[in-house]
């Protein structure tokens, strides 16, 4: 379609603000960025839709529109809901690069605008998948006339006869088409995720062949359509959120034309999981707004009634008040970083859910916040009976990541880890400060193990952890005076901060580079102060044994 005959559509709203002459370049695709570099999403002759939050000043504008013109863009528009008129620094960028700018008004959601390119890029393109595009509105609803994604993957079935299925990055089913046969067994939906995750991870452009049991399959990523608040450029982030879109059929031998046509399918889907992301807002609001409670250290009396609030919205038409778990979850790369807390958050959610429930708004029924670099989710569980104390009951750790450990350990192998921790159900919101501690140092346990998706829940921490309070006070004090002392006193006379040092060190899970970071030293002073309390104390920091041992020495002391 022509740049000019969306202009011409009164409904969308658009506005030009520059490039008058260019108004006959031809529209192939339309994407959703607020990327600082969103080049390795585009393929040529997109209409680029962005909210502006990648602006943070006058001088970010000539480079985004730069790359957009390398990458081939038809032309940019801008949504006018953030910062009202857009930057006279952007007018200027594209006007100094032959880029055509279009306002979008803050009216007119982005989804509007691409539901209808899509439409008339599908209809130009073939026929034989309009009525994919034409029942899109359909696919937005869940009643009996919607269905979701299992609209668009029957289509593709009845229409192209093609076998399709959406799925998670953990290899969750999310959708398939009824005319597919027989839903995907689990084992081939977790071997399809961790291929595509293997894929995208390294680089590779989709659509991604792979073959499983003599089958061949082609994996179209489905990325969000919708502006992400905080954009993570980071590949290695975003490959643990994407679904993907798995077709029985070997694309290598495709024309253009059809792969467009998969493409702008991918788009639809994405819409619905923008849509299924806006309704986990209201779970997510409400486990920030614990967490901070709890963490604040608020009284149990003003938890418990924020705790009511959130019930009823998880469980709904439960009667009883609920018992709760803690799930804490962190990501870290080899390099060091640690992926933010939104990016566990998204992954812990997808973690949570019923490995055997399908459709992209499966019972899912856990509130998952963000703090600093980890994901903490409160995962409410029907009151248990008389008969037990909670400690059978619930989330178990082993069993939280048997479906998911095969995809996720491939997007992360090279790269990073995945480590949980869950804490015992707990029946009050006086307990739920005990249970964040303990999910945290549960996770700790995790990340001394090897392997690149771990977890560890509150029983293995019966031996130390939970036991300390019931140490006598004169075996707590020969014990960390064995280990500790010797270290405060050559801190006393040299301020050389070993202790600091050695409690950072635990923190940071033994990791050099993040903990010489936490502590703003060079790597080599973080080696030579390790060195010195080895060589005070006769222990190695190296060994799991002495870790733990100057741990609870440090928690006694």
């Known amino acids: 379609m022509r740049l000019r005959a969306l202009l011409d559509t009164d409904a969308l709203g658009l506005r030009l603000l520059g490039g008058e002459d260019e108004l006959d370049r031809t529209v192939r695709g339309v994407m959703t960025t607020d990327l600082r570099d969103p080049s390795r999403y585009l393929s040529g002759g997109e209409l680029v839709l962005t909210g502006l939050a990648w602006r943070r000043d006058a001088g970010d504008s000539e480079p985004f529109v730069r790359l957009l013109v390398q990458a081939g863009v038809t032309a940019l528009a801008a949504g006018e809901a953030e910062l009202g008129d857009i930057p006279e620094d952007l007018v200027v960028a594209c006007a100094q690069h032959r880029m055509p700018l279009l306002a979008v008004d803050e009216s007119v959601a982005f989804a509007t605008i691409t539901e209808h390119v899509v439409r008339q890029v599908s209809g130009e393109r073939a026929g034989d998948l309009a009525a994919v595009v034409d029942r899109h509105r359909r696919m937005m609803t869940s009643g009996p006339a919607g269905g979701g994604p299992d609209v668009v993957l029957d289509l593709l079935g009845s229409d192209l006869d093609l076998r399709a299925w959406v799925l998670s990055p953990t290899g969750r089913l999310i959708a398939g088409s009824k005319v597919a046969g027989p839903a995907l067994p689990p084992e081939t939906c977790a071997r399809l995720a961790a291929e595509h995750l293997t894929a995208v991870r390294t680089g590779r452009r989709g659509p991604h062949r792979v073959q499983l049991d003599g089958v061949t399959y082609s994996l179209f990523p489905v990325r969000s359509s919708g502006r992400a608040p905080q954009a993570v450029p980071d590949v290695r982030e975003t490959v643990l959120s994407d679904w993907l879109l798995a077709v029985e059929a070997d694309a290598a031998d495709w024309p253009e034309e059809r792969l467009d046509l998969l493409r702008g399918v991918t788009q639809l889907i994405a819409v ?133 450990r095969e995809a996720l350990s491939a997007g992360l192998e090279g790269d990073g880890r995945l480590t949980l921790g869950v804490s015992a159900a707990v029946h009050s919101a006086e307990g739920l400060r005990g249970a964040l501690e303990e999910a945290r140092h549960a996770r700790r346990v995790a990340a001394a193990r090897p392997g690149r998706v771990c977890a560890a829940g509150h029983q293995e921490l019966a031996s130390h952890v939970l036991l300390l309070p019931f140490v006598p006070d004169d075996v707590r004090r020969a014990f960390t005076a064995r280990l500790l002392d010797p270290l405060t006193e050559y801190d006393r006379r040299h301020r050389a901060e070993l202790i600091p040092t050695l409690e950072a060190f635990l923190d940071s899970d033994g990791s050099w580079t993040r903990c010489a970071s936490r502590l703003h030293l060079h790597v080599n002073t973080l080696r030579y102060r390790v060195g010195r309390i080895e060589q005070l104390t006769g222990r190695d920091l190296s060994r799991l044994e002495d870790k733990l041992d100057f741990f609870l020495a440090l928690r006694m002391s």
Not at 298 to 309: D, H, K, S, T, Y
């Open 272 to 404: 619905e999981r923008d849509r299924r992301d806006a309704a986990r807002t209201v779970r997510r609001r409400l486990a920030q707004e614990v967490l901070e409670l709890v963490q604040s250290g608020a009284a149990p009396a003003e938890i418990a009634a924020r705790l009511r609030v959130a019930a009823p919205v998880l469980l709904p038409g439960l009667g009883a008040a609920p018992h709760w778990q803690v799930v804490v979850a962190r990501v870290e790369w080899e390099d060091g970083a640690v992926a933010g807390g939104p990016v566990a958050q998204s992954l812990l959610e997808e973690v949570l859910v019923d490995p055997l429930a399908t459709g992209p708004e499966p019972a899912d029924r856990v509130a998952v916040a963000h703090t600093g670099d980890e994901a903490v989710a409160l995962v409410p569980l029907p009151a248990v009976s008389a008969e037990h104390d909670g400690s059978e009951a619930g989330l178990q750790a082993d069993a939280l990541l048997r479906s998911v």
